[in-house]
Protein backbone atom coordinates (compact mmCIF):
# COMPACT_ATOMS: atom_id res chain seq x y z
CA UNK A 1 0.00 0.00 0.00
CA UNK A 2 1.48 3.24 -0.89
CA UNK A 3 1.55 5.84 1.94
CA UNK A 4 3.69 8.54 0.79
CA UNK A 5 2.61 12.28 0.75
CA UNK A 6 1.98 13.79 -2.29
CA UNK A 7 1.30 17.51 -3.80
CA UNK A 8 0.50 18.57 -7.13
CA UNK A 9 0.81 22.06 -7.43
CA UNK A 10 -0.21 24.70 -10.36
CA UNK A 11 2.53 27.04 -9.35
CA UNK A 12 1.97 29.81 -12.45
CA UNK A 13 5.81 29.92 -12.56
CA UNK A 14 9.09 29.26 -11.25
CA UNK A 15 10.89 32.29 -12.09
CA UNK A 16 11.00 33.58 -8.85
CA UNK A 17 13.61 32.40 -6.46
CA UNK A 18 10.83 33.70 -3.34
CA UNK A 19 8.40 31.11 -5.12
CA UNK A 20 11.06 28.25 -5.29
CA UNK A 21 11.68 28.98 -1.51
CA UNK A 22 8.16 28.66 -0.36
CA UNK A 23 6.99 25.29 -2.74
CA UNK A 24 10.37 24.11 -0.52
CA UNK A 25 9.06 25.29 2.52
CA UNK A 26 5.55 23.52 2.19
CA UNK A 27 7.08 19.97 0.87
CA UNK A 28 9.46 19.96 3.61
CA UNK A 29 6.70 20.94 6.26
CA UNK A 30 4.63 18.24 5.02
CA UNK A 31 7.24 15.62 4.91
CA UNK A 32 6.34 15.26 0.88
CA UNK A 33 7.43 12.30 -1.07
CA UNK A 34 6.30 12.78 -4.77
CA UNK A 35 5.48 16.74 -5.81
CA UNK A 36 3.70 17.02 -9.21
CA UNK A 37 4.33 20.87 -10.84
CA UNK A 38 2.42 22.46 -13.58
CA UNK A 39 3.05 25.59 -15.18
CA UNK A 40 6.43 25.96 -14.47
CA UNK A 41 6.89 28.00 -17.44
CA UNK A 42 10.78 26.52 -17.84
CA UNK A 43 12.38 25.27 -20.42
CA UNK A 44 15.52 24.08 -18.86
CA UNK A 45 15.12 22.73 -14.91
CA UNK A 46 18.71 21.35 -13.65
CA UNK A 47 19.77 19.63 -10.83
CA UNK A 48 20.43 22.93 -9.10
CA UNK A 49 17.46 24.19 -9.60
CA UNK A 50 15.88 20.72 -8.51
CA UNK A 51 17.70 21.08 -5.10
CA UNK A 52 16.41 24.33 -4.56
CA UNK A 53 12.96 23.51 -4.87
CA UNK A 54 12.72 20.03 -3.25
CA UNK A 55 15.77 20.16 -1.24
CA UNK A 56 17.63 17.20 -0.17
CA UNK A 57 14.27 14.74 0.28
CA UNK A 58 13.09 15.14 -3.09
CA UNK A 59 16.09 14.78 -4.87
CA UNK A 60 14.93 13.52 -7.88
CA UNK A 61 13.26 15.23 -10.39
CA UNK A 62 12.05 14.90 -14.19
CA UNK A 63 10.80 17.88 -16.01
CA UNK A 64 8.25 18.81 -19.47
CA UNK A 65 9.53 21.57 -20.98
CA UNK A 66 8.03 24.68 -21.08
CA UNK A 67 6.83 26.47 -24.88
CA UNK A 68 8.04 29.57 -24.55
CA UNK A 69 6.42 31.13 -21.45
CA UNK A 70 3.58 28.70 -21.51
CA UNK A 71 3.08 24.79 -19.51
CA UNK A 72 5.76 23.06 -18.40
CA UNK A 73 5.81 20.26 -15.75
CA UNK A 74 8.10 18.67 -12.53
CA UNK A 75 8.17 15.81 -10.93
CA UNK A 76 10.02 15.11 -7.79
CA UNK A 77 10.44 12.09 -5.87
CA UNK A 78 12.17 11.34 -2.68
CA UNK A 79 14.86 8.79 -4.01
CA UNK A 80 15.56 7.17 -0.62
CA UNK A 81 11.89 5.98 -0.73
CA UNK A 82 11.17 5.47 -4.21
CA UNK A 83 12.76 3.81 -7.00
CA UNK A 84 11.96 5.65 -10.55
CA UNK A 85 12.21 3.84 -14.18
CA UNK A 86 10.41 4.21 -17.67
CA UNK A 87 10.76 8.44 -17.85
CA UNK A 88 8.12 9.05 -20.69
CA UNK A 89 8.14 12.72 -21.74
CA UNK A 90 5.68 13.64 -24.10
CA UNK A 91 3.72 17.28 -25.40
CA UNK A 92 1.12 17.78 -22.11
CA UNK A 93 2.31 14.97 -19.90
CA UNK A 94 5.09 13.23 -18.15
CA UNK A 95 4.55 9.84 -16.48
CA UNK A 96 7.00 7.92 -14.50
CA UNK A 97 7.15 4.58 -12.69
CA UNK A 98 7.68 4.85 -9.57
CA UNK A 99 8.54 1.66 -6.83
CA UNK A 100 7.84 1.79 -3.23
CA UNK A 101 10.95 0.72 -1.66
CA UNK A 102 9.88 -0.77 1.19
CA UNK A 103 6.98 -2.82 -0.01
CA UNK A 104 8.07 -3.39 -3.75
CA UNK A 105 4.99 -1.43 -4.79
CA UNK A 106 4.87 -0.24 -8.33
CA UNK A 107 2.63 2.27 -9.79
CA UNK A 108 2.55 4.86 -12.86
CA UNK A 109 2.05 8.54 -12.29
CA UNK A 110 1.37 10.76 -15.19
CA UNK A 111 1.53 14.94 -14.48
CA UNK A 112 -0.51 16.75 -17.11
CA UNK A 113 -0.65 20.14 -17.97
CA UNK A 114 -3.14 21.10 -20.65
CA UNK A 115 -3.12 23.41 -23.58
CA UNK A 116 -4.60 26.33 -23.23
CA UNK A 117 -5.36 26.80 -27.07
CA UNK A 118 -8.38 25.17 -28.44
CA UNK A 119 -6.56 24.43 -31.47
CA UNK A 120 -4.01 21.43 -29.18
CA UNK A 121 -7.29 19.92 -27.39
CA UNK A 122 -7.36 17.12 -30.08
CA UNK A 123 -3.95 16.62 -29.38
CA UNK A 124 -4.25 16.61 -26.00
CA UNK A 125 -7.02 14.40 -25.72
CA UNK A 126 -5.21 11.86 -28.04
CA UNK A 127 -2.22 11.71 -25.70
CA UNK A 128 -4.50 11.43 -22.71
CA UNK A 129 -5.85 8.43 -24.28
CA UNK A 130 -2.38 7.17 -24.77
CA UNK A 131 -1.11 7.68 -21.51
CA UNK A 132 -3.92 5.80 -19.89
CA UNK A 133 -3.62 3.02 -18.13
CA UNK A 134 -5.34 -0.10 -19.47
CA UNK A 135 -7.38 -2.80 -18.37
Given at each position: MISEHIMCWNVRGLYYPAKREAIHEVATTNRISIM?????KLAIMDQRMC???GGPRLNNFSYLPAD?????????WDDDILQHSDINIRNFSLSVRLTQRSANTAF??????GPT???DKENFLQEMCEV???G
Amino acid sequence: MISEHIMCWNVRGLYYPAKREAIHEVATTNRISIMCLQHTKLAIMDQRMCSEIGGPRLNNFSYLPADGSRGGAATFWDDDILQHSDINIRNFSLSVRLTQRSANTAFHLTNVYGPTDDTDKENFLQEMCEVAPSG
